[in-house]
């Protein structure tokens, strides 16, 4: 008889195919990444990212709501200034729109989900780097990690529950750790972007925050052809005290994800970047694709490569669905 094996026996009905698979995605492993941007009264739709918004702090009140009755696993914030500065100040200023919205969505829905804030500096320098730059225009890391620590701090202090370090500078978990126990903050954890790509998927990303960058960030981004240093980035955050390191962008980069996860005995977070959004949404609305299996797919893949926690801007959607079915 031939063929002997027969691995189709378990893909035959529906029911059999429930009952083997693998991998689950649930409401609670998506955080939703959000953007308020500082003056505006009314949210304006974002051309590049179809379906997201760049929020006045009134809709992304609402959008929180909203995004909690669906039961995702939290919020990511981001803020967008209304002016930007050489040293990003809006980004360490109690009142900087960042600040000023963590206090709100916090009084809104309160501990009912996770919010956890971008902390970066490139949303808020004039010149768009993640960082404060030197006399000779490169960005100063350990000039930058002082703000870091300053902006943990606030970000804490206006209702963070975890804090999000994306600026790939060295050191930056371990001062900002140290930052946070100094004032008190003992249990706001930080969510480490260890791997962290120069990639050309965070380009819609820089509509929503209407970023200054002219350059690149190739100089703390890593090269999309290393694992090593990803692995080397985890283990370092690890040892400065990261609660859960995350791998950036999330599709091209499962085989970092897969292996992050083999190592690191804190969860894992993976970002499905502004780039990979608006690709499934750009080919499902030309018709060349089948927009929610292709979603579910990619979801589901970054599950399987190893990741917890997944940052997806279509969280509330999926949240939705897989409550209704
Ligand atoms: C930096 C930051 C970026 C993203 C999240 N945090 C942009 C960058 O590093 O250039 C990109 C997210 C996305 O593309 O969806 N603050």
């Known amino acids: 008889m031939f063929p002997s094996h027969r691995p189709r026996r378990l893909r035959r009905t529906a029911a059999l195919r429930r009952m083997v698979s693998e991998t689950t995605i649930r409401p609670e492993h998506l955080i939703l990444p959000m953007f308020v941007k500082e003056g505006l009264t009314e949210p304006v739709a974002l051309t590049s990212m179809p379906g997201v918004f760049q929020h006045s702090r009134d809709s992304l009140r609402k959008a929180a709501v909203e995004a909690v009755q669906a039961g995702v696993g939290g919020l990511m914030l981001f803020g967008v200034p209304a002016q930007h500065d050489a040293v990003g100040s809006g980004g360490t200023d109690p009142e900087g729109i960042l600040n000023v919205a963590l206090r709100d969505v916090r009084s809104e829905v309160g501990d009912s989900t996770v919010i956890m804030s971008d902390l970066c500096l490139d949303e808020f320098t004039d010149h768009g780097h993640c960082g404060v730059l030197d006399a000779h225009g490169n960005v100063d890391n350990d000039a930058t990690l002082e ?6 701090v606030a970000q804490a202090r206006a209702g963070a529950h ?28 930080i969510l480490a972007y260890s791997a962290k790509y120069a990639s050309a998927f965070f380009g819609p990303f820089r509509d929503a925050v209407d970023s200054q960058l002219t350059g690149d960030r190739k100089a703390y981004q890593q090269d999309p052809g290393n694992i090593r240093e990803s692995l080397r980035e985890v283990q370092l955050d690890l040892a400065e005290g990261a609660d859960m390191v995350m791998v950036k962008p999330a599709l091209a980069y499962l085989d970092v994800i897969r292996a992050t996860a083999e190592i690191a005995d804190v969860p894992v977070a993976a970002y499905q970047v502004s780039g990979e959004y608006a690709m499934i949404e750009a080919a ?8 929610q299996r292709a979603i579910m797919e990619a979801l589901t893949s970054i599950r399987r490569a190893g990741a917890d926690i997944v940052l997806t801007y279509w969280a509330v959607e999926v949240a939705n669905w897989l409550r209704e079915s």
């Not at 703000?147 to 943990?152: D, G, L, N, P």
């Not at 499902?284 to 927009?291: L, S, V």
């Open 147 to 152: 703000i870091y620590a300053e902006m943990a």
């Open 284 to 291: 499902a609305a030309n018709g060349w694709i089948e927009r």
């Open 162 to 189: 975890v804090v999000g370090p994306s600026g790939m500078m060295d050191g930056q978990v371990g001062v900002i750790r140290t930052a946070l126990d100094d004032a008190g903050y003992l249990d706001t954890a």
